[in-house]
C-alpha cells in the first residue's frame, strides 16, 4: 500500500510571480480620501505632494553638500 504525497495529487506549483499576478489582477486599489494630516499616520499618498515654494528662497548648505545612506 503506496503513501499518498501531496505532489502525487493533480495540483500545479506556481512559481511566485504567477500567483503574485493572479492575486494583483483580482483586486483593486481602494479611492482616495480626504484626512486631516494627524489622521493619516500610517496611510499612503494618493498622488505626489509638491510644495507651493522653496523654503528657504535660495540653496542653502550647513556644508559642501549632502550625505545619503542607503542601506
Not at 13 to 41: D, K, M, Q, T
Amino acid at each position: 500500500m503506496g503513501h499518498a504525497h501531496a505532489h502525487d495529487d493533480d495540483r500545479v506549483l506556481r512559481g511566485v510571480e504567477e500567483v503574485r499576478s493572479r492575486i494583483l489582477s483580482s483586486v483593486e486599489p481602494l479611492p482616495p480620501v480626504e484626512l486631516p494630516l494627524r489622521e493619516a499616520a500610517g496611510l499612503v499618498l494618493a498622488e505626489d505632494v509638491r510644495a507651493a515654494f522653496d523654503l528657504p528662497p535660495f540653496a542653502s548648505s550647513a556644508m559642501d553638500g549632502f550625505a545619503v545612506r542607503a542601506a
